[in-house]
């Protein structure tokens, strides 16, 4: 049942270990789509989750 309490939550701050290619992706995908980092994330998260057939 908690999870309906958070289900649209956002978390404000969260940190990842990437390689410096993973990053230098992240940062690339955000500067071709003229969007932050964080965008960039959400919206490969998004990807994948709906190619394993995973709303989001």
């Known amino acids: 049942m908690a999870r309906q309490k958070y289900e649209n939550r956002m978390c404000e ?3 990842l270990r990437l390689l410096p290619e993973q990053r230098v992706f992240l940062e690339e995908t ?3 789509n003229k969007i932050g980092i964080g965008e960039a994330i959400r919206e490969i998260l998004d ?3 709906k ?3 995973i709303l989001a």
């Open 30 to 32: 955000a500067y071709a």
């Open 47 to 49: 990807e994948a989750m």
């Open 13 to 15: 701050a969260f940190s």
């Open 51 to 53: 190619n394993r057939g």
